[in-house]
């Protein structure tokens, strides 16, 4: 490579970890984008991509974008990470194919069937128990972050005692993608507690003997995976499974208050409740960034991003390019929403995307059921993450059918 191509790059002084920026990222997301394909964010020394293109093709070329080197800022080739690293995030092939095919086997859309009426009436209750209270309500605490909560721990086979613990573990584990700022440090005092409780859960004899906690377990009984990966694995459901899904619900019904057509063509149609998940983690995207690895020196345009940089993925920006999709920034249930990079692309692609799926299908499947029409009440309050879209509270009113 040449080093004058690798000046040859739009260079930004903007700080997408700063707080402003994290409360409302579409301007700099749009500023990357037009920025060019590549841009090089000079406060971290890291290149970032926020066009669709560049970010669907670094995601799919797992050669080239490396993440055994960790998927966030710190770069394990040079730091030491601060837990062991996920053996599916944080790995590359071939370590990472075992571990893969095993959760992908245990969170396939085959095997969630079983669960598929239990949900269903576990989120009918859960709609009934929250409007029996009344028709005002927070919509991300009282159904995006319960319905989880309320069904996930019980799939994995988690005992009861001390589950409050999984959404403060994730969020920090989330923060921690990104640079030491003050969301890492307010979550460092409290982690080594509840890294303690969650690598604690992993143990074979703390889960019940049929969820998918105990389904690893039995695949390294077959000799699928090593006796010594399976409590790793059972922690990734554990740091993946909770916050990713009560942001991706708390985004859809964040989605249906704003857009009440919307709403209306899911009350007519409820067979479009599926859809509206993918149409909102594309909207909102959960997970708005990940960073890869370079494994050489790479061309991308007219520019060369040297071996062993951090590129960092705007998977929101992508999700909203022009380029890519018509009216980016409306939620749309007429669109195809499939394609987008909220779960990621390629072979690190949420793994647990039916299990998100089917949660939010259970929810709105009984939401619609009840519920004929969702206002905003008050303001909305953004719960702000290193990595994650998320919510505080979103004040509803709904008028019952
Ligand atoms: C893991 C893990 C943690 C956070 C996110 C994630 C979105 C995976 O520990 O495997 O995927």
């Not at 926020?50 to 093709?57: I, K």
């Not at 409780?197 to 039995?218: P, Y």
């Not at 059921?369 to 303001?379: L, Y």
Request: aromatic share 8%; net charge negative.
């Amino acid at each position: 490579m040449t080093t004058t191509a690798a000046l040859d790059i739009p260079v930004s002084q903007a700080d997408p970890f700063a707080l402003d920026v994290l409360e409302n990222p579409l301007q700099l997301q749009e500023d990357l984008r037009e920025a060019g394909p590549v841009v090089y964010l000079e406060r971290y020394g890291v290149y970032a991509m926020g066009r669709y293109e560049q970010v669907h093709t670094a995601l799919t070329d797992w050669q080239g974008f490396q993440s055994a080197a960790g998927v966030g800022l710190s770069n394990f080739r040079y730091e030491n990470p601060w837990r062991p690293p996920s053996l599916l995030l944080e790995a590359d092939p071939p370590h990472h194919d075992a571990p893969r095919l095993v959760l992908s086997r245990i969170l396939g859309p085959r095997t969630l069937q079983k669960l598929r009426s239990s949900w269903l009436t576990d989120a009918e209750a859960l709609v009934d128990q929250v409007l029996l209270r009344g028709t005002e309500f927070d919509a991300a605490a009282d159904l995006a972050a319960a319905f989880p909560l309320r069904v996930f721990p019980d799939a994995v086979g988690l005992p009861d005692a001390g589950r409050e613990n999984l959404l403060p573990y994730g969020d920090h584990t989330f923060n921690a993608f990104g640079p030491p700022n003050s969301l890492v440090q307010r979550g460092a005092g409290r982690i080594g507690e509840l890294m303690d409780w969650i690598n604690a859960q992993c143990a074979r004899d703390v889960l019940t003997d049929d969820g998918f906690g105990a389904q690893i377990w039995a695949a390294a009984d077959r000799g699928d995976i090593t006796y010594e990966q399976a409590p790793l694995i059972v922690r990734s459901l554990l740091t993946a499974g909770v916050d990713t899904t009560v942001n991706g619900l708390a985004a859809v019904l964040f989605a249906f208050a704003a857009h009440p057509d919307q709403w209306q063509a899911v009350r007519k149609n409820p067979a479009l409740a599926r859809t509206a998940f993918d149409e909102a983690v594309r909207w909102e995207s959960p997970v708005q960034t990940f960073f890869r690895t370079a494994t050489q020196d790479i061309e991308i345009g007219c520019t060369v991003i040297p071996d062993g940089q951090k590129i960092l993925m705007f998977l929101g920006a992508a999700n909203r390019d022009p380029r890519r999709w018509e009216n980016p920034d409306r939620f749309d249930l007429q669109r195809d929403p499939s394609g987008h990079v909220g779960f990621g692309m390629g072979i690190h692609q949420c793994v647990g995307q039916h299990v998100a799926r089917l949660e939010s299908e259970a929810l709105l499947t009984a939401l619609a059921a009840r519920v004929d029409t969702i206002e905003i009440t008050g303001p909305v309050h953004r719960h702000l993450n290193n990595t994650l879209r998320s919510w505080k509270s979103i004040p509803v009113e709904v008028t019952l059918s």
